[in-house]
């Protein structure tokens, strides 16, 4: 892609006022959609208000219509719920109440507003839209506003972004507040999971999700759940005797707890409701179990929003800027969405429509076309649980007679578990014998290997860490042993799970391969390290977990720095070279700098964040948070920059440092990372099964494997994840510092800065052009959405 960047410095809010409202049910992450778009409207020299209270306070006008500043959103970041209430307003609904609400915004040359909210809200602020120079007319008509205002503020730009936890408006993947909610959601489950342990009880759990089910599909895909009910996909008829059967099969396979997952609108075939009371008296009355029933409610609109949802609000609060910036009376009302990890446009009503055709399918009990409708990630998460939960009898599992070893390598990851239990699964499914090898390639070289049944990794996915043991060491000086055990165990094939140390182990077992025939088997990695510095893939498993520990304790610092005023904290994040985590840390945070190896910085730089700092010392925000990455420079040391702030800053501002260290390797994995990981890796085991097929050499009986593309990576590219031979990925490396040469997420660097009110320029070519809402074919749901 040659094309000239394009810069939004030529695009001027000046005279312009925009207006921005939360409306409909709650979501975490709706403050720091709030936050950008204030920050980036006043950034652009336009006006910003608030409008309190949602349509509500539209209607009332007068204290609830506000003009606000770069302060009056210090803080929100990291608070739940939304700090400009939303109301549901019947007024909203008549012409009467548009008309007086046309009038409150016309009273402050509002022509532009940003409407956060979930379908319901949209649709409303469409129709605003389209009566617009109607409402004007009708004002003008009654001597309300002069002709001149019926001109000058002739019409209304809408751009909306979706705050819904319940991730149910298609054409965008993820919405906000989701991450969030499953974030609770699995707390819980993870809570549960040692009671329920502890009493060999079974706990059916519902969930919210009136309409959708993605909710408590993905939580049952991180959690592990023996069953699930979503609105979606109805089970078929008799479910209650195949649930029964699976229930105490589990039982009889030792396993001590239950977990069934209902979501709130959970119905059959004939579109009767399931109910969670309902469930529990089934398995009661059946099977005798203890059983519990725990209701989730509103803990799950509840809390702080997750680092995912801070910076997907805080990248679609700035893109609903640039959106209203560039509108023009015949673009039509828009969402800003994420699609893969790029922020695109797509037409509000088309999106609207298409959300409204999954309830009709539904009601007309076409639930194939339902999921379908639900785009391709639901789809893809759905035969993904379906893969993985239920086990085929032995007799009908097909036999490959193929050999499938699973390792893991380089530093622990949160999320590795959920990879390797994944992997495990499918390869059963697909007819292998799977083998765990302990402790990496040194476990390799020394014979820690072992055959993994199914039963073997039931409740890996909650697990932190790595349950097989992880090894930094690389194969290359243990080749000649590593071969023998591949001998020795007719391995056919191997799955490594790791960081950088996997990707340059596998380079190096392939160069092996014309001494060592035993090499010439299919191999794929799957990217999972916390620093997220693996070439070939945008998200690696791990980084997300990473990224929120680091986020919470960020919040946790603002907040001792609140308390004691007048304070700046330096905090050192891990990544090796790559600054992902500090990057993106300080984004998810609201940190006032950020320095990274990728972006070199000097002592002139140093000295204008400090009397940046001073500046903002003099405002009502007198705190300061500043993340380092650990090897961002060798000469500016995290004590380096310590001192400096502290002699600079004297009389103005105090510091303090904090190194966050392998905290932020361990915990247990985040929603993302447990649904990335199960996803990714059972994926990657596909592939396996179908390179096994091809390499199959029958005259010989046995797999012969040596092209560059039987050695991949599987990495997450934008919108899909592509199998990547390794050798083709060596040019888009920077070995001495182990980092890929072009990171996608820097280009997100200049949205710290924005947001921390730094002059700074920004490329927007990425953005702005107003996509469709793709239809798309189940052929494309196999190629790789995520």
């Not at 949205?751 to 920004?762: C, Q, V």
Request: hydrophobic share 40%; proline share 3%; with cysteine.
């Amino acid at each position: 892609m040659d094309h000239q960047p394009k810069f939004f410095e030529n695009l001027s809010g000046t005279g312009k006022a925009i207006g921005v409202l939360t409306s409909g049910g709650d979501a975490q992450g709706m403050n720091a959609a709030v936050r950008a778009v204030v920050r980036m409207g006043i950034y652009v020299k336009a006006k910003v208000y608030f409008v309190y209270e949602g349509y509500q306070g539209m209607v009332d006008g007068g204290d609830n219509i506000v003009e606000v500043s770069w302060e009056s959103v210090s803080s929100i970041l990291q608070v739940g719920g939304t700090v400009i209430g939303s109301a549901r307003c019947k007024a909203f609904r008549t012409r009467e109440g548009r008309l007086q609400a046309a009038y409150n915004l016309v009273q402050r040359g509002i022509t532009n507003l940003c409407v956060i909210g979930g379908d319901g809200s949209l649709t409303g602020a469409n129709l605003f839209r389209e009566e617009w120079s109607g409402l004007l007319e009708e004002l003008a008509q009654k001597g309300k506003i002069d002709e001149e205002a019926v001109k000058k503020y002739a019409y209304l730009n809408i751009v909306g972004m979706v705050g819904s936890i319940d991730n149910d408006f298609c054409g965008t993947d993820m919405t906000i507040g989701t991450d969030s909610a499953l974030h609770r959601i699995i707390e819980v489950v993870d809570a549960i999971m040692t009671t329920a342990q502890s009493h060999q009880r079974t706990f059916v759990l519902e969930v919210m999700g009136r309409h959708c089910g993605y909710l408590a599909l993905v939580s049952a895909l991180a959690c592990g759940a023996d069953w699930v009910f979503i609105p979606e996909y109805p089970p078929e008829e008799g479910w209650e005797d195949s649930m029964c059967v699976k229930l105490s099969e589990n039982r009889a396979r030792k396993k001590r707890l239950n977990i069934i997952i209902v979501a709130e609108g959970a119905i059959d075939c004939h579109n009767k409701p399931i109910t969670s009371e309902k469930v529990k008296d089934l398995v009661v009355q059946r099977l005798g179990f203890d059983t519990r029933v725990t209701i989730l409610g509103h803990v799950q609109r509840g809390g702080t929003p997750s680092a995912f949802d801070r910076i997907l609000a805080s990248r679609m609060g700035v893109e609903a800027v640039l959106a209203l910036l560039e509108a023009t009376p015949d673009t039509p009302a828009c969402v800003v969405s994420l699609s893969g990890n790029q922020a695109v446009r797509l037409p509000l009503m088309e999106c609207v429509q298409m959300t409204q055709e999954v309830q009709k399918a539904m009601d007309e009990g076409r639930f194939v076309e339902a999921v379908r409708l639900r785009g391709r990630s639901f789809e893809n998460n759905l035969n993904t649980y379906k893969l993985l939960s239920h086990k085929r009898p032995d007799a009908e599992l097909p036999k490959t007679n193929f050999n499938v070893a699973i390792l893991n390598v380089g530093a622990p990851a949160a999320g590795m578990n959920a990879a390797v239990r994944a992997a495990v699964r499918v390869g059963i499914t697909e007819g292998h014998k799977m083998f765990a090898v302990i402790d990496g390639f040194e476990g390799f070289a020394r014979g820690k290997i072992k055959e993994i049944s199914w039963g073997d990794v039931g409740g890996w996915t909650g697990q932190g860490g790595s349950i097989l043991g992880t090894k930094r060491t690389l194969p290359a000086k243990y080749l000649e042993k590593i071969a023998d055990q591949m001998r020795t165990n007719n391995i056919n094939a191997l799955m490594v799970i790791g960081g950088f140390e996997a990707y340059l182990g596998l380079l190096e077992l392939s160069a092996a391969r014309e001494k060592y025939d035993e090499f010439c088997v299919p191999m794929v990695m799957v990217p999972a390290t916390v620093s997220n510095n693996v070439p070939g893939s945008d998200f690696s498993i791990g980084a997300d977990t990473a990224l929120n520990t680091i986020t919470d304790t960020c919040d946790r610092i603002k907040q001792s720095a609140s308390g004691t005023k007048r304070r700046v904290f330096i905090i050192e994040t891990m990544g090796g070279y790559c600054g992902y985590l500090a990057n993106m840390g300080a984004l998810a945070a609201g940190a006032d700098a950020a320095y990274i190896f990728e972006e070199q910085f000097d002592i002139r730089e140093l000295q204008a964040n400090v009397e940046h700092l001073t500046e903002k010392m003099k405002t009502s925000i007198q705190r300061g948070l500043v993340l380092r990455n650990e090897n961002s420079n060798e000469n500016y040391t995290t004590d380096f920059i310590y001192q400096l702030y502290s002699e600079e800053g004297k009389g103005v501002f105090d510091c303090r440092k904090n190194v966050l260290g392998h905290m932020q390797q361990g915990g247990a994995p985040s929603p993302f990372d447990r649904n990335f990981g199960t996803k990714i890796s059972a994926k990657a085991m596909q592939w396996i099964s179908k390179k096994l097929k091809e390499t199959y050499r029958k005259e010989e009986g046995k797999v012969f494997a040596n092209t560059d593309d039987s050695v991949c990576l599987l990495g997450m590219r934008r919108r899909n994840l592509v199998f990547q031979p390794v050798a083709e990925l060596k040019n888009e490396t920077d070995f001495v510092h182990r980092i890929p040469k072009e990171q996608w997420w820097l280009k997100l660097r200049p949205l710290m800065k924005i947001l921390a009110k730094y002059k700074t320029s920004y490329d927007v070519s990425d953005s702005g052009q107003l996509e469709h809402v793709a239809m798309h074919s189940p052929k494309e749901a196999e190629t790789g959405a995520i």
